[in-house]
């Protein structure tokens, strides 16, 4: 009796595929978007340079370093992303941080836009050094306000 074994045939499909399953399953699970509450991104509002801009599409993202006070005591931060709108309907993303989405915080500047159009402090002091839009959380948060922008010819998102 002769026995014949058969080799294993990889393909280039079936290793790519297994090369995916791995990441995926050593992949950081997505951040989620948490809506900011409409009654303070009004209060927020107060803190932009020019009154006849408004803020919408509010959402914040919890951030990966957390915001230290003086006694070393670490608290969770989120960053805010919501569009600052012109008079003229023309709308940018600003993004900030924050250390409560349930009612007023600290809030710092933390993208170009936001030091721009609020009178926020920015980032870097001890509290908040190293937090950057590179911090894990920032740019999901930004991809929040574009995903829940209105489309022309639609009812805007209220978070």
């Known amino acids: 009796m002769t026995r014949s074994f058969s080799r294993p045939t990889f393909t280039i499909a ?11 399953r050593n992949a950081a699970p ?10 303070l991104t009004l209060t927020f509002a107060t803190g932009l340079l020019r009154q ?5 599409n509010a959402w914040a993202v919890q951030s990966d370093k957390p915001i ?3 006694n ?23 993004t900030w ?12 500047s933390v993208s170009p836009q936001a030091i721009k ?18 911090t894990g959380g920032a740019k ?3 991809d929040c306000v574009l995903t829940h922008r209105s489309k022309p010819g639609q009812a805007a998102v209220t978070p």
């Open 52 to 56: 006849d801009f408004r803020l919408a």
């Open 30 to 39: 997505p951040k989620e978007c948490v809506a900011y509450p409409p009654d």
């Open 72 to 94: 070393n005591v670490s608290t969770p931060a989120y960053f805010l992303s919501a569009d600052i709108i012109a008079p003229n309907g023309e709308a940018v993303v600003g």
């Open 117 to 134: 159009y609020s009178k926020y402090g920015g980032v870097g002091d001890r509290s908040t050094a190293g937090t950057t839009m590179d």
């Open 140 to 142: 999901q948060s930004i």
């Open 68 to 70: 230290t006070s003086d």
């Open 14 to 24: 079936s290793f790519l595929v297994t090369i995916l399953a791995a990441c995926q």
């Open 97 to 108: 941080l924050t250390d409560d989405i349930t009612k007023d915080g600290h809030i710092y």
